[in-house]
Structures are given as C-alpha cells and as structure tokens.
C-alpha cells in the first residue's frame, strides 16, 4: 500500500514537473464564460500540457491575483473585453506587480472592440503604444485571404516568422522545410518602444499593410496608425527578473475556426514563386509555441555547475582545494621548477573555468546549444573586465552542454569576479557571478634571476666588476718595486 501511495506521488510529481518551470496554475479572464467553446480546442491543448485552467470574469468582485501576499496564479491569459474598465482587480500597478512576482501575462487584443484603458495603460508602460482611440485594424491589399476577406482584406495571410537575429533562436518558424503559413483575421496592430532591450517582435505586418480606425472609411484613409513592418502583430517582453509577457495582437487565431481552417493568400505565388494553392493554417501550432514560450515551457536556462581550478600542465591540480578555490596568484600561466628526485621539471599552470547550461523544452531539460552567430562568453572582471573569452563547449551529458575557456590570471592583484551574462531575446537571462581574490607574487615564488633573460646583462655586469677587482687586487699584491741589493744605508 505504502509502495502504491509512492508510485501515485512520484506521478503526480512528474506531471508537475512537465508543464512550466513556473507553475500550472493558469486564469483565464473573458467577460462572458458562455464564450469558452469558441476556443475549446486551445483549451484543451493546454489541459493536456498540465495546466490547471480557472475560468473567471473581470466582473467578479472576489477575484484577485494575490492571496496573502503571495500570487494566486502563476500565468494570466486576457482575452477581449468589451468592458472601458476590468475593475479593481486588474489594474496596472497589480499587472507590474504579477510581473514583478514571476507571474507571466498573456493579453489578446481584438479589432472588433476597444481595448480596455487598464490593458491600454500596461502596454504604455511597457513601450508599446496602441491609437489613442484604442480601436485598430490592420489591413493588407496584396497579403490577404481570399476565401474569408475579398473585400474587407482585414484577414492577412503570412509565412512563418524568422529569426529577428542570426544569434536569436527562433522558437516560432515551425518545422523547418515546410511552408507554413499563418491566418491573421481582424488583428489590432503595436508599435514597439526603440529603448527597451526587453521588448522583441515575433510577427511583424508586410511592407504593404497599414492600421486605420474600423469606425473611419477604409476608402479614405488618410493619415493611418501604423504602416508595414512598423507595426507588430504579435509582440513579447522578458522582464529582468525572466517574468514573460506577450502581445497577441487577434484572438481570432485561438477560435477553433482558425486552428483547422483553408485559406489561399491573395499574393498569387508563394516564397518559392509557385502557384499558390488552398492551404491549411498552422495557427494551432503557432498557438501552442507562443503560449508554451510566455508560460516557461521553453526558452528556459539552467544552470548547473560552476567551476573554477588551475590546470598543471593540462591536468586539474591535485591538491584539497583544487576545485572553486578562494584565492588565486597573478599571472598563473608562469613556469615553475620542482625538484623531484634529483631531476627538475617545469609545470605550466592555466587557470580554467567550466559552466554547465541546460535548456528546457516542454517536459525535459536538454542541452543547450547557442546558435551559430552566437557564442556564451566569461568576463574576468574587477570594475571593468581584464578578460572577454568566448566559452567552448567541451562536454555534452543528456540533459546538458558544459562550456569551457582557459587562459592566464592578469598581472594585478585584487578581488575579482567570473562572471557569466547572458541576455538574448527569448530566453531567460543568465548571470552568474563568482568571486575570486588574486594574490601577489609570495617571496619564495620568484624565479631566480639567472632564469630571467633581461637580467643577464646586470649579471655580467655584476661579474665583470668582480673579476676586476680580483685582477686588479692580484696586481697589487704581486706589483711590489724591486729592492736595491748592496746600496748601503745613509746615516
């Protein structure tokens, strides 16, 4: 019985372990629940990944985010409200605090009703700007679908999104090799802030679409929101703390509709120039990534040891304080002499530091390989860094990549730091921090002088005045005059 209780533990353990780094506990707030089977397959999907959804309403006076002093929820999904206000419950500074307790916020937005001025606040706080008005559409002529919107054109169609760097990974382009396309309807577009590192686009709108109010003549628009690539359609932002929040610029992509549905953009050629066909949506995919990124279901490091030791003649020293020692001397790459048997040898000392990195992936850890542009890089710093090296990875385990760089401790003695810090777009940030202290040269570790090269020439010098004064004494001795034999002495 007590093994059975064990192995039911052990389960349910490991099906908490599956879902988030952070926790499974998901709210779901939308005005009216009836509303609930228009996404039932998004819901359904997340069930299945371990989430524990709560459905609730912004009109409910007893719900909140915080339950003494600690979050009720783990990750918060807004779905469009036609309310002005969510109430008391769901203000800016509660949505700031989520974020800054480790919540995670996912916010759709809809064209077909104003934003509430409570998302609409949070998002100006964020650097990303909505119209004034809080009433967008984003609307394209050349990319959109011809079965749903040959008239309206508010239905875009567009490829998968790529990468926003060579060094970024993409978590969001699907399988590679296939030409996926994504089905966009009724989307409200969002300006990204230029000074925020934290803020990263996932779908960006073609060079042809543009942002107009819904309530003005789509046939005289003239001074419009937004045009092409300046406008976002899905956005995200990492916080310091690795607290996840994302923009989804049309709920429509969550509808049951949408997951399964046949569209054929109106561009006429695909990305390879072939006649474009009807073809199905990869919005459900594109659903599952999105949302498995904003709840910490991927993009999520780990870090496991950290190590720090002198290499002798690229062995680890064999001494009680091999690994992680406190102190260190300066310029350890310098060659001493040890007698050993009679016979002397010269070891080479290299300081060597190891950092292991792990990258979550839905339900496991695997190693963390960086992309090809991209490289982890250790910093040996006081106040600025005397060393920048490029960590290579030397060891791979299962679920895990072991980065190694050696190199040579400066000439300056001092309290100083190994120091990790990684920060992309898209994963959770890692800065790790070791700190070291560098001594001086003891008496008895100088090399004698003989050995250093550029004291030969004061050592001769030294010898050569020596000699001379040998010489010079031996001269004098045996330099005496001669005596005159026979002379007599003169009284």
């Not at 994302?246 to 390879?272: P, Y």
């Not at 710093?381 to 980065?403: D, Q, V, W």
């Not at 000699?467 to 026979?486: D, E, K, M, Q, T």
């Amino acid at each position: 019985m007590r093994s059975l209780h064990l192995l039911l533990l052990s389960l349910v353990c490991a099906l908490t372990a599956a879902v988030s780094t952070s926790g499974r506990r998901l709210l779901v707030v939308l005005d009216d629940l009836s509303e609930r089977s228009k996404y039932s397959t998004f819901w359904s999907d997340l069930e299945e990944r371990g989430y524990a959804l709560s459905f609730e309403s912004p009109k409910n006076d007893k719900l909140s985010l915080f339950r003494l002093g600690e979050r009720a929820y783990d990750h918060v999904l807004l779905l469009p409200s036609k309310l002005k206000g969510l109430g008391p419950a769901f203000t800016p500074a509660l949505f700031l605090k989520f974020l800054n307790a480790d919540g995670n916020i996912m916010t759709a937005l809809s064209a077909s009703s104003a934003t509430p001025s409570a998302i609409s606040s949070l998002l100006a706080e964020l650097e990303i700007h909505l119209p004034p008005d809080r009433s967008s559409l984003v609307v394209d002529h050349f990319f959109y679908d011809e079965l749903s919107a040959p008239e309206q054109h508010d239905v875009l169609v567009l490829p998968r999104p790529g990468p926003i760097r060579p060094d970024v990974v993409n978590y969001f382009g699907g399988e590679s090799g296939k030409q996926e396309i994504l089905a966009f309807p009724r989307g409200v577009g969002q300006i990204l802030g230029d000074e925020s590192p934290l803020l990263a686009p996932v779908v960006r709108a073609p060079s042809t679409a543009y942002a107009y109010n819904p309530k003005d003549d789509a046939t005289t628009v003239e001074e419009p929101f937004a045009t092409g690539q300046q406008l976002s359609l899905v956005s995200t932002l990492q916080a310091r703390n690795s607290a996840r929040f994302v923009v989804l610029g049309s709920v429509e992509m969550l509808e049951n509709t949408w997951f399964d549905a046949q569209v054929k953009s109106s561009s006429g050629v695909d990305s390879k120039g072939k006649p474009v066909k009807k073809q199905a949506t990869a919005n459900r995919a594109f659903a599952k990534e999105i949302s498995a990124w904003v709840f910490r279901e991927i993009g999520v490091l780990k870090v496991g040891r950290v190590e720090h030791h002198l290499d002798v003649d690229g062995k680890k020293e064999a001494s009680r304080n091999a690994t992680n020692p406190k102190i260190y001397r300066v310029k350890n790459d310098a060659v001493s002499t040890r007698a050993i048997s009679s016979n002397r040898i010269q070891l080479t000392h290299i300081q060597t530091f190891s950092i292991e990195l792990s990258e979550y992936s839905y339900d496991h850890y695997r190693p963390f390989n960086p992309p090809v542009e991209d490289e982890v890089q250790l910093e040996f710093t006081m106040l600025s860094p005397f060393h920048r090296l490029s960590l290579k990875p030397s060891e791979t385990t299962a679920n895990s990549t072991i980065f190694t760089a050696s190199f040579t401790l400066p000439d300056q003695h001092g309290i100083f730091a190994f120091r990790v810090n990684y920060k992309r777009p898209f994963l959770t940030s890692v800065d790790e921090k070791r700190t070291v202290t560098v001594r001086h040269f003891a008496h008895d570790e100088w090399p004698r002088s003989w050995r250093i090269s550029g004291a030969w020439v004061w050592i001769a010098g030294i010898w050569t005045t020596i000699g001379a004064w040998l010489i010079f004494v031996a001269l004098w001795l045996y330099s005496a005059p001669p005596r005159n034999v026979g002379e007599k002495k003169l009284q």
